[in-house]
Each structure stands twice: as structure tokens, then as C-alpha cells.
């Protein structure tokens, strides 16, 4: 059975730091574009940051560029988000995607929700002094 197990995530203080893994299993992320999205209470599940399956090129969303940082290792089947500089704003529960189709657009088009077959089981980080 195809799916992504996450790991991490939990508490942390305004200005810390956090790492979320995403594993698949049942199937291989090689050729598959991936992305982290976060949603928090009472709003709609938001792309973050994205890898293009075309180039390997990586999209953020303005609200995390320069802090959160997307990558991936193919051996060990993983995608990771690196998280500095957390702000109580980044508060949310945290799923990684991954889909298989290769899809081109406008900038931040490969982050859809709607473009992402596989997800994980999503991860709650809190950020609070």
C-alpha cells in the first residue's frame, strides 16, 4: 500500500528551529514532484514549499522564503522541511504530497493541492512562547 508516514513537528518557541520527514512507502519518490502544506484551524490547506519533478526546481510561498527549506534524498526515500526562524504565525498541522504527474504553469502552480495524489497523515507544530 502506497503511502507517506511523517515524522516530527511538536513545540517549539518563536526564533526555534524544527525538521519534518516525510517517508513513502510502497512506492518509490523518484520522479515524483513533492511539496509541504500547512493548514491551520479554520483555513484552507496551503502549499508552503514544492520540488518540480521537471528540474528539481523548488517553489516557497512568500510566508517561509528564506526560512523553511525543502529537500529530498531519493536513496532513502525521504523529503524533509528544514524550519528556522518559526513564527507563532507558522502554527499549523504540516502534510508532505507527492504526485507523479509533471505539471507546468504559473509561478507556485506545481504547489495546488489539488495537483497532489499521495499524502501524509499530517503533523501539528506549535509555535508559542
Known amino acids: 500500500q502506497a503511502q507517506l508516514v511523517q515524522s516530527g513537528g511538536g513545540f517549539v518557541q518563536p526564533g526555534g528551529s524544527l525538521r519534518l520527514s516525510c517517508v513513502a512507502s510502497?512506492?518509490?519518490?523518484?520522479?515524483?514532484?513533492v511539496g509541504w502544506f500547512r493548514q491551520a484551524p479554520g483555513k484552507e490547506r496551503e502549499g508552503i514549499s514544492c520540488m518540480s519533478n521537471i528540474d528539481g526546481s523548488i517553489w516557497s510561498s512568500d510566508s517561509v522564503k528564506g526560512r523553511f527549506t525543502i529537500s529530498r534524498d531519493d536513496a532513502k526515500n525521504v523529503v524533509y522541511l528544514q524550519m528556522d526562524s518559526l513564527k507563532p504565525e507558522d502554527s499549523a498541522t504540516y502534510y508532505c504530497?507527492?504526485?507523479?504527474?509533471?505539471?507546468?504553469?504559473?509561478?507556485?502552480?506545481?504547489?495546488?493541492?489539488?495537483?497532489?495524489?499521495?499524502w501524509g497523515q499530517g503533523t501539528q507544530v506549535t509555535v508559542s512562547s
Open positions: 510502497g512506492f518509490t519518490l523518484d520522479g515524483y514532484r
Open positions: 504530497a507527492a504526485d507523479r504527474s509533471r505539471v507546468t504553469g504559473p509561478s507556485g502552480y506545481e504547489c495546488y493541492v489539488r495537483l497532489f495524489n499521495y
